[in-house]
């Protein structure tokens, strides 16, 4: 099964996804940036930090089918 890409939005804040049950947000932090994943069931969000924007997307992909693949079980 392939599982879509995120889409990545940008604002002046940082990055915004939304995933099946998950929303994906990209800050920046000092010198790294910071990835908050928030589940839609109001359940404790996620950080995870990162030296690269692309390094965050990469965490946000895998966390992101890893959900999706949860959701279908």
């Known amino acids: 099964m392939k599982i879509k890409a995120l889409r990545w939005k940008k604002f002046d804040?940082?990055?915004?996804?939304?995933?099946?049950?998950?929303?994906?947000?990209i800050r920046a932090?000092?010198?790294h940036y910071r990835l908050t994943i928030m589940p839609h069931d109001y359940g404790r969000?996620?950080?995870q930090d990162a030296k690269t924007v692309?390094?965050?997307?990469?965490?946000?992909?895998?966390?992101?089918?890893?959900?999706?693949?949860?959701?279908?079980?």
């Open 29 to 31: 932090e000092n010198k």
């Open 13 to 25: 804040w940082g990055y915004y996804a939304m995933g099946v049950n998950q929303n994906y947000i």
């Open 45 to 47: 969000p996620i950080l």
């Open 54 to 73: 692309e390094e965050c997307k990469k965490i946000a992909h895998i966390q992101h089918e890893e959900s999706v693949l949860r959701w279908f079980e």
